[in-house]
């Protein structure tokens, strides 16, 4: 093997050590946003079931909204 040999895959090792380090870091900035995508995913399906039975418990004792009352007897 020559000297240049040497030199090029020399020169593609480090090439390739750089780029596999530079993908670690990507992977590790994407894992961490995806974990915060999850938890905040999670907070707003707990914010939605929150709600969902708080309209269950409002319809279950008849409280209506204005909007939904039924119209006064001389219509």
Do not use: C, W
Not at 11 to 27: G, H, M, P
């Amino acid at each position: 093997m020559s000297k240049d040999q040497a030199l090029d895959l020399a020169d593609q090792l480090v090439e390739l050590e750089s780029r596999i380090a530079f993908q670690d870091d990507t992977i590790a900035a994407l894992n961490a946003e995806i974990l915060e995508h999850q938890k905040r995913i999670e907070r707003l399906q707990r914010q939605v079931l929150m709600l969902a039975e708080k309209l269950t418990q409002n319809h279950d004792s008849g409280i209506l909204r204005t909007d939904e009352e039924p119209p006064p007897p001389h219509y």
